[in-house]
Nanobody, 114 residues
Framework: QRQPVESGGGLVEAGGSLTLSCVMP????????MGWYRQAPGQERELVAR???????HYSDSVKGRFTISVDNGKNLLYLQMNSLKPDDTGIYYC????????WGQGTQVTVSI
């Protein structure tokens, strides 16, 4: 099955930063909208960032101003730069298209401690 592969998660203190990476199953140039999703403990998976182009990005209110979605077409990687992390950012982070077309990957765990 074609599924994305996420990496870069970890344990970080509140206020810290992490950069997540994602390898999509196909060339990013062929994907119209790509996104990062988060599933917090006991909650549904939610879209936190999506990208149509470098100038057309959208963020959920909870991460706006702190997270940045970007791509490196040369490396075919999708990134999520996360700054000023909060304990509420804790969860498993997934990448996929938006709407999601691929089978969900395993995600990468982000844990933000107080």
């Amino acid at each position: 099955q074609r599924q994305p592969v996420e990496s870069g998660g970890g344990l970080v203190e509140a206020g810290g930063s992490l950069t997540l990476s994602c390898v999509m199953p196909e060339n990013l140039r062929r994907i119209t909208v790509m996104g990062w999703y988060r599933q917090a403990p006991g909650q549904e998976r939610e879209l936190v960032a999506r990208r149509l182009s470098a100038l057309r990005t959208h963020y959920s209110d909870s991460v706006k101003g702190r997270f940045t979605i970007s791509v490196d077409n040369g490396k075919n990687l999708l990134y999520l730069q996360m700054n000023s992390l909060k304990p509420d950012d804790t969860g498993i982070y997934y990448c996929n298209t938006h709407p999601a077309m691929y089978t969900w990957g395993q995600g990468t765990q982000v844990t933000v401690s107080i």
